[in-house]
């Protein structure tokens, strides 16, 4: 059976651009120019070739762009998007809203790219709230507490989905609770 002659081959071209770059081990580096010293062509036209290119790589370019190319690229490219910052709103923050008799809402956070508002909503003991039509998607998590929302009584953990479009019937909670609520609405903002 004939040895694989591009395994080597592709192992010379390697240990060669290694070699170029100064990355081969002590051992591995005596190795290959033991190589280079036997007369091994292949070596030969491998370090000749890869030196020319790193030593290509290592030189500055002969002109400098025009300072215009910067700018020209940069709004091609447009801004740098930002790091996205942490967001961090403590219990003991924000703002309790009144949305109606027995109900207050505290805003957690709007998206502006996706239209949606995240927000708390509270339900005193008895606080009914109207029968009311959605223009986008709510989702609804209920923390603390139960609520019913036409005859589907939801408790602790429990999870709901309004499709867009879809009408809530009157919602009540006879002993209060906690919602945690996201709303693609079309206007979402006024939530928070």
């Known amino acids: 059976m004939l040895p694989d002659i591009s395994a080597a081959v592709c192992q010379v071209q390697e240990e060669a651009a290694f070699h170029a770059l ?3 081990a002590p051992a591995e580096v005596k190795r290959f120019e033991k190589r280079m010293e036997g007369g091994c062509p292949l070596c030969a036209t491998e370090v000749r070739a890869t030196d020319r290119t790193a030593s290509q790589l290592a030189h ?3 002109t400098a762009p025009p300072p215009s190319l910067k700018g020209r690229l940069m709004s091609r ?3 740098a998007p930002l790091a996205p910052e942490p967001w961090l709103l403590l ?4 703002e309790w809203k009144p949305v109606v008799a027995g109900i207050s809402r ?3 956070h709007y998206d502006a790219d996706r239209n949606t508002a995240t927000y708390l909503l509270r339900f005193g003991p008895g606080a009914v709230l109207e029968a009311h039509h959605h223009g986008g998607s709510e989702q609804c998590l209920v ?3 139960e609520v019913e929302d036409g005859e589907i009584v939801l408790r602790t953990g429990d999870f ?4 867009p479009g879809s009408v809530h ?3 009540r909670s006879e002993k209060g609770c906690l919602l945690l609520i996201v709303a693609a609405e079309p206007h979402a903002k006024r939530f928070v």
Request: aromatic fraction near 0%.
């Open 143 to 145: 923390l603390e507490g």
């Open 160 to 163: 709901q989905l309004l499709k």
């Open 106 to 108: 505290k805003g957690l």
């Open 22 to 24: 100064g990355l081969l």
């Open 60 to 62: 500055p370019l002969a």
């Open 169 to 171: 019937s009157e919602v």
């Open 91 to 94: 219990a003991t923050q924000g």
């Open 77 to 79: 490219i447009g801004p």
